[in-house]
């Protein structure tokens, strides 16, 4: 619901590359809604404290976006155009469409052809790769999106701005891949091995 209410305040910013205010607000929500939390640990509300915490910091993140941009929604307009809107919001529902699909297929022939015990495996150690991999991912897509948009008429600056995005991007994730791949039993015994060994040892016999 507070989402959904600042989701354009937070848009707007983006398309104005206000990163910086983006950054503020979303950290001092967090440390507002932590602090909340903590008094309520403290009084003994318990598991309401975790509650109390996603609540307050999406109403303080909403009212941090309102202030850094005061912009108040007209009244509709049935005179209005949305015919690109949609033709629009067509083209982002094809893509996420094909894009997830593209990214469960694999998954599936996993599943098909070895079996749920080897689906289980391969999206573990999907997911042990990819997290860290999105930590950079994340931040460079939410700058790239609104900075691609402002140029989209300009060709060459598009492409030029993509490609060294690209570049660093690739430059960053290519090594870590390699190494993941390279050394993935060093790795997962690093990670896993403590895990196991607690569970073999509270396991009932």
């Known amino acids: 619901l507070f989402s959904g209410a600042s ?5 707007l910013l983006r398309r104005q ?29 318990g598991y309401w404290a975790l509650v109390v915490k996603e609540l307050t ?6 009212l941090g976006l309102w202030l850094a941009c005061p912009w108040i929604p007209s009244f509709p307009d049935r005179k209005s155009n949305i015919k690109s809107l949609l033709t629009f919001g067509t083209h982002i529902t094809g893509y996420n469409i094909i894009h997830f699909l593209s990214r469960s297929v694999d998954k599936i ?7 749920a015990h080897a689906v289980g495996l391969y999206s573990i150690a999907n997911q042990v ?14 700058v790239a999106l609104p900075t691609l948009s402002a140029v989209q008429t300009e060709c ?3 492409q030029n701005i993509h490609k060294k995005m690209s570049e660093l991007l690739y430059f960053v ?8 791949a390279l050394f993935a039993d060093i790795i997962s015994n690093i990670f896993l ?11 009932p016999l």
């Open 7 to 11: 989701i354009q305040h937070e848009a």
């Open 17 to 45: 590359l206000q990163f910086g205010i983006l950054a503020i607000v979303r950290i001092v929500s967090q440390l507002i809604s932590i602090l909340i939390a903590v008094i309520f640990a403290y009084y003994d509300f």
């Open 57 to 62: 910091a999406n109403i303080f993140t909403t």
């Open 109 to 115: 022939l996993v599943g098909k052809y070895h079996g």
């Open 129 to 142: 790769i990819a997290a860290p991999l999105s930590q950079i991912q994340y931040p460079v897509q939410k």
């Open 156 to 158: 060459i600056k598009f």
């Open 173 to 180: 994730i290519m090594p870590l891949v390699i190494f993941a």
């Open 193 to 203: 091995e403590k895990s196991f060994s607690e569970i073999l040892l509270t396991r």
